[in-house]
């Protein structure tokens, strides 16, 4: 007959929250299909054309309000750029059918540093894409309640723990889960894009008054066309996340480069069209308002190109359209959640980061990557307190920095593999990589002082720790190497049983130490020089042959004591192998175990410096 043991209480809490656990053998079942791959890996990339004209605007606005007439030809060139680097990564995708990753492809086409370089960018621009996403779309709730402005970052990070808990639940649940918002906003968009299209040839409404672009001077053409540059960097946030889908290859179903690929050019289709068309309706609103986000009359440009589409800011269609765009903001976090964790999987596999990230938890997803993305996540909301304006400058250098080494790693690629169409191939990626190269000298060179600093000074910082860890991994892999004929050598072994009180506990523990091989001794730390009799006594009464070692405490302190005769016995003996057994009392209810006292815990992290000595807790049970 079989004994089913019955769940803690923590247990039964986490599968209340999280599900039951998925076996290994159902991991294909777990995958996706386009249908849902596109809200688990475009989210990110969709959600940006809520605020990338908006950050084209807000650069623009800086110099004149006759600069914003660029505004509509700056995002064509960005429009131009999403589907060239979009048709790379497609390449990418067929090349490496089992996910290719910046980090992969510069790694195995250019090298360790390029490799690590790129998973840098990447980690940084994963933890920038949840801060952003959510504070994006925290400030779209406000445009309709703004007296919540004053609660941006408490408001962030209940959004942060709520995609990373949806995440946590599985690959598959969080699809489900995030693919209403996705279809919903694109759908929303579509509706407001036709609904502005048929407003603006239909009605008659003043155009923008625009101030005259101070065009005299060779002054004014040099800071025209820093403005220009600085608005199109700016606009570029539109373009992170392209790369998600060729990351996560892996995460579709069979055929999963085929698969991976037609998501790849939804989104890129999908993404142009939203963003072309929200840029054109704000060049379309008379009274265009561009106010810092932390200003009590803030609307967002999407917002105000929804009013101007649906006529009234009563209509309930604008009310629609906030609350998908809110949804997606928020839930756009997730293409960052589903690749951070792969990503952090991959770099410590090869051993540059913590090995416990490669881990697959009982849900079949890297549970202490999302884990470690949320905390990074959520201490820079609270650092730059939520606030939108403050996020983007750090934004896109990391993701052009990845995006550059990984289509210069696949035009090598292609001249070493020269595979069926491999000319065709060379010459997308090499445009991609010469377009991504000069966009992110075009970032850096805008964005410096506005905190992309940050980001760069970071890169070397990542590498360094990359390398520091590698360096010990390698370092413990060379120490624990088996020779040939390993020499194990015999030394002494001494045990002891610590004796707090004498009871059924200890004589459990007891029978276990002497089964032990080498001497044994009990030992009994005297708080109390009033109880040391009766003890000595009931000791005594039990019969054994183990002696009692009594050790004084003079600070009634019960580890001290312990460690120094643990030291002494090593001092006389440093090779004799010490085990210290300690009886651990276990009870069945939670709330009960508030009333034991375990110093086992603190032994064991008091004597884990020392070399040759273990510490053994022998539990026993009490109803």
């Given at each position: 007959?079989?004994?089913t043991s019955k769940p803690s209480a923590m247990h039964r809490i986490r599968r209340f929250l999280l599900g039951a656990p998925i076996p290994t053998s159902r991991a294909h079942h777990e995958r996706l299909s386009p249908f849902l791959g596109l809200p688990v890996f475009s989210s990110d990339s969709l959600s940006s054309v809520a605020y990338a004209t908006e950050a084209i605007l807000g650069v623009l606005i800086l110099g004149s309000t006759g600069y914003l007439s660029h505004q509509i030809f700056i995002s064509i060139a960005i429009v131009v750029l999403i589907v060239i680097i979009a048709f790379s990564y497609q390449q990418t995708i067929h090349a490496y059918p089992s996910?290719?990753?910046?980090?992969?492809?510069?790694?195995?086409?250019?090298?360790?540093?390029?490799?690590?370089?790129?998973?840098?960018?990447?980690?940084?621009?994963?933890?920038?894409?949840?801060?952003?996403?959510?504070?994006?779309?925290?400030?779209?709730?406000?445009?309709?309640?703004?007296?919540?402005?004053?609660?941006?970052?408490?408001?962030?990070?209940?959004?942060?723990?709520?995609?990373?808990?949806?995440?946590?639940?599985?690959?598959?649940?969080?699809?489900?889960?995030?693919?209403?918002?996705?279809?919903?906003?694109?759908?929303?968009?579509?509706?407001?894009?036709?609904?502005?299209?048929?407003?603006?040839?239909?009605?008659?409404?003043?155009?923008?008054?625009?101030?005259?672009?101070?065009?005299?001077?060779?002054?004014?053409?040099?800071?025209?066309?820093?403005?220009?540059?600085?608005?199109?960097?700016?606009?570029?946030?539109?373009?992170?996340?392209?790369?998600?889908?060729?990351?996560?290859?892996?995460?579709?179903?069979?055929?999963?480069?085929?698969?991976?690929?037609?998501?790849?050019?939804?989104?890129?289709?999908?993404?142009?069209?939203?963003?072309?068309?929200?840029?054109?309706?704000?060049?379309?609103?008379?009274?265009?308002?561009?106010?810092?986000?932390?200003?009590?009359?803030?609307?967002?440009?999407?917002?105000?190109?929804?009013?101007?589409?649906?006529?009234?800011?009563?209509?309930?269609?604008?009310?629609?359209?906030?609350?998908?765009?809110?949804?997606?903001?928020?839930?756009?976090?997730?293409?960052?959640?589903?690749?951070?964790?792969?990503?952090?999987?991959?770099?410590?596999?090869?051993?540059?980061?913590?090995?416990?990230?490669?881990?697959?938890?009982?849900?079949?997803?890297?549970?202490?990557?999302?884990?470690?993305?949320?905390?990074?996540?959520?201490?820079?909301?609270?650092?730059?307190?939520?606030?939108?304006?403050?996020?983007?400058?750090?934004?896109?250098?990391?993701?052009?920095?990845?995006?550059?080494?990984?289509?210069?790693?696949?035009?090598?690629?292609?001249?070493?593999?020269?595979?069926?169409?491999?000319?065709?191939?060379?010459?997308?990626?090499?445009?991609?990589?010469?377009?991504?190269?000069?966009?992110?000298?075009?970032?850096?060179?805008?964005?410096?002082?506005?905190?992309?600093?940050?980001?760069?000074?970071?890169?070397?910082?990542?590498?360094?720790?990359?390398?520091?860890?590698?360096?010990?991994?390698?370092?413990?892999?060379?120490?624990?190497?088996?020779?040939?004929?390993?020499?194990?050598?015999?030394?002494?072994?001494?045990?002891?049983?610590?004796?707090?009180?004498?009871?059924?506990?200890?004589?459990?523990?007891?029978?276990?130490?002497?089964?032990?091989?080498?001497?044994?001794?009990?030992?009994?730390?005297?708080?109390?020089?009033?109880?040391?009799?009766?003890?000595?006594?009931?000791?005594?009464?039990?019969?054994?042959?183990?002696?009692?070692?009594?050790?004084?405490?003079?600070?009634?302190?019960?580890?001290?004591?312990?460690?120094?005769?643990?030291?002494?016995?090593?001092?006389?003996?440093?090779?004799?192998?010490?085990?210290?057994?300690?009886?651990?009392?276990?009870?069945?209810?939670?709330?009960?175990?508030?009333?034991?006292?375990?110093?086992?815990?603190?032994?064991?992290?008091?004597?884990?410096?020392?070399?040759?000595?273990?510490?053994?807790?022998?539990?026993?049970?009490?109803?």
């Amino acid at each position: 007959m079989s004994v089913t043991s019955k769940p803690s209480a923590m247990h039964r809490i986490r599968r209340f929250l999280l599900g039951a656990p998925i076996p290994t053998s159902r991991a294909h079942h777990e995958r996706l299909s386009p249908f849902l791959g596109l809200p688990v890996f475009s989210s990110d990339s969709l959600s940006s054309v809520a605020y990338a004209t908006e950050a084209i605007l807000g650069v623009l606005i800086l110099g004149s309000t006759g600069y914003l007439s660029h505004q509509i030809f700056i995002s064509i060139a960005i429009v131009v750029l999403i589907v060239i680097i979009a048709f790379s990564y497609q390449q990418t995708i067929h090349a490496y059918p089992s996910g290719g990753g910046s980090y992969i492809v510069a790694s195995e086409n250019l090298g360790e540093t390029a490799g690590l370089f790129a998973a840098a960018a990447l980690l940084i621009d994963y933890v920038l894409t949840v801060s952003v996403s959510i504070a994006a779309g925290v400030l779209a709730i406000t445009a309709l309640y703004p007296f919540l402005l004053q609660h941006l970052v408490v408001l962030s990070l209940a959004c942060i723990l709520g995609v990373a808990y949806a995440n946590l639940r599985g690959v598959r649940e969080s699809g489900a889960i995030f693919a209403f918002p996705t279809y919903g906003f694109v759908v929303s968009i579509l509706v407001m894009i036709v609904f502005g299209i048929w407003r603006a040839m239909t009605t008659h409404i003043p155009t923008q008054v625009l101030d005259p672009t101070p065009w005299a001077g060779k002054e004014s053409n040099h800071a025209l066309m820093f403005i220009v540059l600085r608005s199109f960097a700016a606009g570029c946030t539109a373009l992170t996340g392209i790369e998600a889908v060729s990351n996560g290859v892996q995460a579709f179903r069979a055929p999963e480069s085929v698969n991976a690929a037609k998501v790849l050019r939804w989104m890129a289709f999908l993404l142009s069209i939203l963003f072309i068309g929200i840029s054109w309706l704000a060049t379309k609103i008379p009274h265009l308002s561009l106010l810092p986000n932390d200003d009590k009359n803030y609307t967002t440009v999407c917002y105000q190109v929804a009013v101007y589409a649906f006529g009234s800011a009563g209509s309930w269609l604008v009310y629609v359209v906030q609350l998908f765009t809110a949804l997606i903001l928020i839930l756009a976090a997730n293409t960052a959640f589903a690749d951070f964790p792969r990503l952090t999987s991959l770099i410590a596999r090869d051993g540059y980061l913590p090995r416990y990230l490669a881990r697959q938890g009982d849900k079949l997803v890297f549970h202490n990557g999302i884990l470690l993305l949320a905390a990074a996540a959520g201490a820079l909301v609270v650092i730059f307190k939520g606030q939108l304006d403050l996020l983007l400058p750090l934004y896109a250098i990391g993701v052009f920095t990845a995006f550059t080494l990984s289509q210069i790693g696949m035009v090598v690629h292609w001249l070493k593999d020269k595979g069926i169409g491999w000319q065709r191939s060379i010459v997308i990626n090499g445009i991609g990589s010469v377009l991504c190269a000069i966009v992110l000298v075009i970032i850096a060179y805008t964005k410096f002082t506005e905190g992309a600093w940050v980001v760069l000074l970071l890169l070397p910082i990542f590498y360094g720790g990359f390398k520091l860890i590698k360096v010990r991994y390698d370092s413990i892999a060379l120490q624990l190497e088996l020779d040939e004929a390993p020499d194990i050598p015999v030394h002494g072994h001494m045990v002891l049983l610590l004796v707090p009180r004498v009871h059924r506990g200890i004589t459990q523990a007891l029978e276990y130490a002497t089964m032990l091989k080498g001497e044994c001794q009990a030992v009994h730390v005297t708080i109390n020089e009033k109880n040391l009799p009766d003890l000595q006594r009931q000791w005594t009464h039990i019969g054994t042959e183990v002696p009692l070692v009594v050790l004084p405490s003079p600070f009634r302190s019960l580890i001290a004591p312990i460690l120094g005769y643990v030291d002494e016995l090593r001092q006389d003996n440093p090779e004799v192998l010490i085990t210290v057994v300690v009886a651990e009392a276990v009870s069945t209810k939670w709330y009960q175990r508030v009333l034991s006292e375990n110093i086992t815990p603190q032994l064991k992290g008091a004597l884990a410096s020392r070399r040759n000595v273990v510490v053994a807790n022998v539990r026993y049970f009490l109803n």
